[in-house]
Nanobody, 117 residues
Framework: QVQLVESGGGLVPPGGSLRLSCVAA????????MGWCRQAPGKECEVVAS???????TYADSVKGRFSISRDIAKNTVYLQMNSLNSEDTAVYYC???????????WGQGTQVTVSS
């Protein structure tokens, strides 16, 4: 299990941007897969973006072209840049990490993102 701390959530108007941060308690190059999952009320958690140790990135169709996942290896931090936000992006966003497998099983405490005018 990897300890993770998310930050950066908040209230943003439609069309706005936010950047979420996820700090891992270990070298992220030693983590096979990291990603972001979001959960809206009454819905299952949707994995919106992921990044491998080899820097391969994937995105859910719902966020392609608007969200971008990146990392700062020196800071053991993964980011989720979210642009052109709309009300459907409102959710709790969780950062996750899977040290050796291909399915993320360990998630952080989450950060709330609310898109509203």
């Amino acid at each position: 299990q990897v300890q993770l701390v998310e930050s950066g959530g908040g209230l943003v108007p439609p069309g706005g941007s936010l950047r979420l941060s996820c700090v891992a308690a270990r070298n992220i190059l030693s983590i096979n897969l990291m990603g972001w999952c979001r959960q809206a009320p009454g819905k299952e958690c949707e994995v919106v973006a992921s990044i491998t140790a080899g820097d391969i990135k994937t995105y859910a169709d719902s966020v392609k072209g608007r969200f971008s996942i990146s990392r700062d290896i020196a800071k053991n931090t993964v980011y989720l840049q979210m642009n052109s936000l709309n009300s459907e992006d409102t959710a709790v966003y969780y950062c996750g990490a899977e040290p050796s497998g291909t399915t993320i099983r360990s998630w952080g405490q989450g950060t709330q993102v609310t898109v509203s005018s």
